[in-house]
């Protein structure tokens, strides 16, 4: 016997992680935590995403959360370059310190 | 209460914990991995909606490939432990003033809205069954063909994009 989670209990999380994601990008400097919160808000989605797929009892959320996760898989790669790319410059990561497009 | 009411306040506590660790660990590597058993909780919330594909889709994508990408980047720069440089003193006010409006505002979306639907769908019917991942299968396949393609272009551009941004120019030192 299994009782249902209303779906409101799954949205409710989906947006408390959503919303401390969210803080991380604000108040944190480094940028890898940065994009750990990025990806921490791309969870979030994914969550209410497969929360409503089971709603309305359709496959497509599902599906577009696979396909979320390959493009935040093909983002990670390309920003974890450009912060190595960075840090080969400028010997530094923090992000107070990227303030000039050039060098 | 029974199990399933159990296991999902649980979860919900470990999930919102360890976004918290993320937030407030000092140390790169902690954050990761606190990221890591956050992504693992989500991937049991998948399990519990029934979605068995995307749980493990989860796990191997997200916590296995990804967060080795992040782990390996942080031992590569040596970037553990960050020197603490200037702060600006109302940064850290400020944002926690509009996460919590952004949560607030969402909350009062979600209550204002979502009283009517607020029931999950025949609950044990068409899930966790191999039929339901064949179902998956043939809709990802069938339907949903040509994004699934484009995705490996995506893959291929982003694979590409990184070797040529990380390659070194011709008599470039360092």
Known sequence: MVQTIPLSWYLAISMVL??????GVLIRRN????????????????????????????LTG?????????????E???GLALIIIIFRNKHSIDVDLMNSLKG | MNLTLILFIVLAAVAVASAAGLLISRNTVYAALFLVLNFATVAVFYLLLGAPFIALAQ?????????VLFLFVIMLLGSEKLPKGQVLLWQRPVAIVLAALLLGEGGFLLFQRL??????????????TTEAL???GMTLFNQ?????????VLLLVAMVGVIVLTKKEKGESG
Request: proline fraction near 4%; charge should be negative; glycine fraction near 2%.
């Open chain 1, 18 to 23: 959503f919303a401390m994601g969210t803080l």
């Open chain 1, 31 to 58: 940028p890898l935590i940065i994009f750990m919160s990025i990806e921490l808000m791309l969870n979030a989605a994914n969550l209410a995403f497969v929360a409503f797929a089971r709603s309305f009892d359709v």
């Open chain 1, 62 to 74: 599902q599906i577009f959360v696979f396909f979320v996760m390959t493009v935040s898989a093909a």
């Open chain 1, 76 to 78: 990670v790669a390309v």
């Open chain 2, 59 to 67: 796990v191997t994508i997200y916590a296995g490939a990804i967060m």
């Open chain 2, 115 to 128: 009283r009517m639907t607020a029931n999950l769908a025949n609950p044990e019917a068409s899930v966790n």
């Open chain 2, 134 to 136: 064949r179902t998956l």
């Open chain 2, 144 to 152: 949903y063909l040509l994004p699934f393609e484009v995705t490996s």
